[in-house]
């Protein structure tokens, strides 16, 4: 099974920029449709966006879209969620995820691969 890391989260400014890195090893990503979703204090975890493996097929959670934007690096294993115009409201635990059989999903359960999460916390 695909071994996913998340990394670049911290604290921002409400109206400012992260980039979020998910790094797949033990297996390359390159069948993979892969996602984001996240989980706030209090809610049920939520998809943000999905990508499909020739990345050619993105899509994204209502609240996140226009702002934030998914890609994927194939040489790096790696994918990548672009995320603008942070508001309060983005504050969460962001999680990676790989589904091998390529499909776009925006359910957690179609996805098998999971990482350990990054915070993201969004000051106003």
């Known amino acids: 099974q695909v071994q996913l890391v998340e990394s670049g989260g911290g604290l921002v400014q409400s109206g400012g920029s992260l980039r979020l890195s998910c790094a797949g090893s033990?297996?390359?990503?390159?069948?993979?449709?892969m996602a984001w979703f996240r989980h706030a204090r209090g809610q049920e975890r939520e998809f943000v966006a999905a990508?499909?493996?020739?990345?050619?097929?993105?899509k994204y959670g209502d609240s996140v879209k226009g702002r934030f934007t998914i890609s994927r690096d194939m040489a790096k294993n790696t994918v990548y969620l672009q995320m603008s115009s942070l508001k309060p409201e983005d504050t969460a635990d962001y999680y990676c995820a790989a589904d091998s059989l390529g499909i776009v999903g925006t359910h957690s359960y179609e996805y098998a691969s999971w990482g350990q999460g990054t915070r993201v916390t969004v000051s106003s």
């Open positions: 990508i499909s493996w020739s990345g050619d097929n993105t």
């Open positions: 033990g297996y390359t990503l390159f069948t993979y449709a």
